[in-house]
């Protein structure tokens, strides 16, 4: 008991974040740069395969261009930003807040990894994390990766990157 | 995945990095797959069953490690069964002894990625516990029960009652008649008893060749109060000419119904409990003296004393007999109309009849005989077997409260019964909780969610998960769902295994990215 207890300690302090999570491979990203975002989903609803994945591109993050994959319909949902942004000298006031493969058939057994790009605002805050929710839709089931709470024991927590410091242009 | 691994080793101090590489190299090898996902629990979750299961299946994606594993009882008492589990894709977690009532098992296990994952399954076996439904066969066995009662008070009433009227009379009028119902109530006393058993157990009639609905019973208040009866029954049997026996007889009989049932049960006790000695030794004068009077009506001198007594008698067993039914009927007029309200009725109007017989008897019958008048004895007599068999028929009556709670407590369930509120709060969404009842077993949640000015928030999903960390009870989640009629959210189905403060965490999904999550406890009965 006390040594399973132990050794469920030690996995949790060392396995933080989990492999088990839909997660961004690069955890941490620049203020006011560019960022690849490679989303790796590591297993299906429960059993079953995955069909469709769903990104949220939230405010301060423009510019965005996903990467096509094979096998995957790609589509983008675009709206007025909040606020313009400079993408080295022309204001961008519109642009990708939701990204949506679907069609696809990515069965619980194995891994892949979603694609997307886009800019950080240089004003966003130092030291935050910032969230991609996402929503993992199977066959009647689905796993909203959409909590923002930053909670180690959420157990569908959004992934995230940790904002740094970028350099000045 | 490498970097994402080394940045968050250099934070660490270098003095552990080696410790930790060490754990790493350990465990870390079978580590990389996702985290382990509960697919099935056998029996479902929330399920009634007719008999125990033999054990318990939680069915994951992949093997894990229970940490712990914990049964909590009906009566809240908690085995720790870790131990008996082990690791596996499937956990099967065996059951032994299992009573009737609501189980939670509380769980939490490890994957192999060192999440730990609790959650926590409700099963009932018979019945769910705090909702009492009577089965349909019961039937049969609440008629033995009834008649058992019905023979053993009226057969112990009659006899022990007519042994101190003899006693006190003087003669044997009547005393075969006497001895054979003693004997019938001394018969029917231990069978009442064993039924007893049964019916607290939810048992067959076969099972009273075992010991466990005796013993049921004996531990219950009947124990002793069947005990005191049957020592009545045998000192009235044994009391011939031995006056003292027939009155210890008498008093030991209504010590026996004070210290049992609905009405000694009643509270103030001090009260309660006097009042209905008090009206079971007025009750012993009236109806034992029947019998012998009956028998001695030409020998004046009983008739004489009894009509000059008498009055005492009624006067305590009315004043005593009116002080228990308002205890019992409450304060709510409304639950009056039960079906105790109707035995009670029933009852007060088949002693208006038998007052009228006795006032004939009294008033119009007693001079005559006294005086020597042989058509006035006959005709007493007759009344005075009327007065008997009513008599039996309101003990009859009386024995069906066995079966029907006092309005008193119907009143006092109400009250456990109304509603649990919870609210919680975190902008932008305001939730209101209620549980109908509040109180632990089946209950039902409703979820009203509002932003602060109180209008009505949509949300595509509400998640309740609750738990009683101190109770060592891990997160039991439900969802809830829509109900337009209300354009609220509710929980028809939630079954709270224990009483007490329960946490809440309540999962909103207001939109298709955006979830919110409110915390907050409720106490539950």
Known sequence: ????TLISLAFAAIAAPAFAHVSLEQPEAKVGATYKAVLRVPHGCGDLATQTLRVQIPEGFFNVKPMPKAGWVLETVKGKYAKAYDKHGTEVTEGVQEIVWSGGDLPNEFYDEFTFRGSFAGDLPVGSTFYFPVVQECAGAQEAWIDTSGDENAELPAPGVVLIEGKAH | MLGLLRSGLFRIGTLHLAALVGVLLVLWAPALQAHAVLQSVTPADGSLLQTAPDALRLRFNEAVRPLSIRLIGPNGAVQDLTAQVPGAAELVIPLEGITQGSHVLSWRVVSDDGHPIPGAMVFSVGEITGATAPEADDGTL?????????????????GVGGAAALAWIGGKGGHRSLRLMTIAGLVAAPVYLGLHGLDALGLGFA??????PWLAAAGTSFGPAIALAMLAGLLALGSGRLRGLAWAAMVLLALSFAISGHAGAATPRWLTRPMVFLHLLALLFWIGALIPLAATLRRSEGLRRF???????????????????????????????SAYGAILAAKLGLIALLLALAGWNRWRLTGPVLAGDDEAVARMRRVIGAEVLLSLVILGLTAGWRFTPPPRALAAAEQITAPAFAHLHADP??????????????????IDLTDAEMAPIEALAVTLHLSQPDQGVERLTRSASHDPATGGWRIDDLLLPLPGLWQLEMEIRLTRFKMIRLQGEIAVE
């Open chain 2, 429 to 446: 969404v305001m939730a209101m909780l209620s549980l109908d009842p509040g109180r632990s077993g089946p209950t039902r949640a409703e």
């Open chain 1, 1 to 4: 008991m006390i040594r399973n």
């Open chain 2, 307 to 337: 009509s000059s007594r008498i009055p005492v008698a009624l006067t305590l067993l009315f004043g005593s007999g009116l002080a228990l039914a308002m205890i019992q009927l409450g304060p709510k007029p409304a639950h009056w109309q």
């Open chain 2, 142 to 158: 609440y008629l033995a029960i009834w008649l058992a009662r019905f023979v053993m008070v009226a057969g112990l009433i009659v």
């Open chain 2, 207 to 212: 099972a009273l060749v075992s010991p466990a």
